[in-house]
């Protein structure tokens, strides 16, 4: 959901409750809110050992939190499992109200919870999903709600659309008589997004990447959490008055997993964020683009990507992402997505001699001297900046004047550019052991993790486990690819 705006918050909290009369559960409650609030403030730490450390506190008070808020959350099932009663009155509610599901039905498939079904044979580019505005559940409908004054005194929620919808959606959930409500009872009860792995089902990804933009997630929304319990506790708008007795962690981690699977931006006079009913019943597979919005009918409209038979799950293509990002925000991890990508952090050491010449080089060609690059499923993994960058941090300094001088220092992005051999064989090597280093800093190898995706897990330690799998099995691709280009 981002990170929370430093910027001092204008809103100024009205106490409405003598403290003197919290009972001991309240008081401890605000107390963990406030240290849950200083630690979750503290800047992210660059030793991942240090950011897990971190977590297992925040972690800590967030369990002993929701213990305390129990009585405060919405009394339903964790089992995400929905009747059919549940399903045929949001479908007869998107009728009703001018959507269309043409073909198709809502089912339940392994491994995807519900998803939609094809019940005829469909043919590419026919319209199969048509989702009006009215249905769909805005940023534009918040900004109209009671939350209108609140949006726009507060700092987060006038500059974040997705945390004001994740607030919206709560509102509407805690009404009871909301027009969204046959949509908000065929949502999931639970997910699979970071924010409901345990200590244990991260550590899973001790030596990836992946781990530190988990950590940063869990923060980020512990954070905001911390911040708007305050608010709605201290503040005598309508807003508050409505979350004070409902607003939790728990509540909201639900929210903000809610908004990250199945938010979309609509382009209606500006972008906005917007929840999509009926629609976001459709899983993910590879493929292009087939959802646009139209604007004369005033609905969102859906294409089949390609031929489906009768029977068939009927999948769509959520944009070209990693499955870092899946991951994180989406709470899958997709095998076979020819979109993934591992990234590596390089850098020039301030240590290094050479490091202005360095520098100067590289921002000749708008690389900076401490970046990520992405190595891809791809059969040519290397970036033309990545190769420039290894290039250029093996060179000595009568190299790095003549690229600096040279018109075509540019060049240094090719595979085929004319550097010195020297240069080239120490590049090619640095990588090389780059990416050996990288396969070694897991605690487990490629074929242990295949072996443990087939045994009995924990949904949320399976994910972890294949997040893991599918990062090595890009190491090992581009490791093969580097040794072949070095032989040769």
């Not at 991942?48 to 297992?56: V, Y």
């Not at 970071?194 to 244990?200: Q, T």
């Not at 999948?315 to 591992?342: C, K, M, P, Q, T």
Request: proline share 3%; glycine share 4%; charged share 25%.
């Amino acid at each position: 959901m981002g990170r929370k705006n430093k910027t001092n918050h204008t809103l100024q909290p009205v106490k409405t409750r003598n403290q003197r009369n919290l009972t001991p559960d309240q008081r401890e409650l605000e107390e963990l809110v406030d240290k849950l609030l200083r630690i979750s403030t503290l800047p992210q730490q660059p030793i991942i050992q240090k950011s897990l450390e971190n977590q297992k506190e925040i972690n800590n008070i967030t369990e002993r939190v929701k213990k305390l808020e129990v009585n405060k959350d919405s009394k339903s099932s964790v089992d995400n499992r929905v009747t059919s009663a549940i399903i045929n009155n949001f479908m007869k509610w998107c009728t009703e109200n001018g959507a269309h599901l043409n073909g198709c039905s809502i089912q339940e498939f392994e491994g995807y919870e519900l998803g939609i079904k094809a019940e005829v044979d469909i043919q590419q580019s026919s319209l199969v999903i048509a989702v009006p505005r009215k249905l769909m559940m805005s940023i534009e409908n918040a900004r109209e709600s009671i939350l209108k004054d609140l949006v726009q005194k507060d700092k987060i929620l006038s500059t974040m659309p997705n945390v004001t919808l994740a607030i919206f959606l709560l509102l509407e959930k805690f009404k009871g008589d909301s027009f969204w409500k046959p949509y908000i009872e065929i949502l999931p009860k639970t997910y699979t997004t970071v924010l409901y792995f345990s200590i244990e089902e991260l550590e899973e990804l001790k030596g990836s990447p992946t781990l530190d933009l988990a950590l940063r997630q869990i923060k980020s929304i512990s954070r905001q959490y911390a911040y708007f319990h305050k608010l709605f506790a201290t503040s005598d708008d309508p807003v508050s008055k409505v979350m004070r007795n409902r607003f939790t962690f728990k509540e909201y981690c639900w929210a903000v997993s809610t908004i990250m699977t199945r938010q979309n931006t609509i382009p209606f006079q500006e972008n906005y964020h917007a929840l999509i009913p009926l629609w976001d019943m459709c899983n993910h597979t590879n493929g292009t683009i087939s959802t646009a919005y139209n604007p004369v009918l005033d609905r969102s409209e859906c294409l089949a990507l390609r031929n489906f038979k009768a029977g068939e799950q009927l999948f769509i293509f959520y944009g070209g992402r990693s499955n870092a990002d899946l991951f994180v925000h989406n709470g899958f991890v997709f095998e076979d997505n020819d979109y993934d990508v591992y990234w590596i952090r390089l850098g020039i050491s301030k240590s290094d001699p050479l490091q202005e010449k360095r520098n100067i080089l590289l921002n000749k060609l708008s690389i900076s001297s401490t970046t990520d690059f992405s190595i891809r499923k791809d059969a040519k993994p290397i970036d033309g900046q990545l190769l420039a960058f290894l290039r250029i941090f093996n060179m000595n300094e009568e190299q790095l004047d003549h690229w600096i001088s040279s018109v075509k220092s540019g060049d240094l992005e090719c595979i085929e550019c004319a550097v010195e051999t020297t240069v080239e064989n120490k590049a090619w090597t640095f990588l090389q052991a780059r990416l050996k280093l990288l396969l070694a800093t897991y605690k487990t190898t490629l074929e242990e993790d295949e072996k443990l995706i087939t045994e009995a897990q924990t949904p949320n330690r399976l994910l972890a486990i294949k997040m893991r799998a599918t990062e090595k099995r890009i190491i090992r691709e581009t490791l093969k690819y580097v040794e072949q280009f070095i032989k040769h």
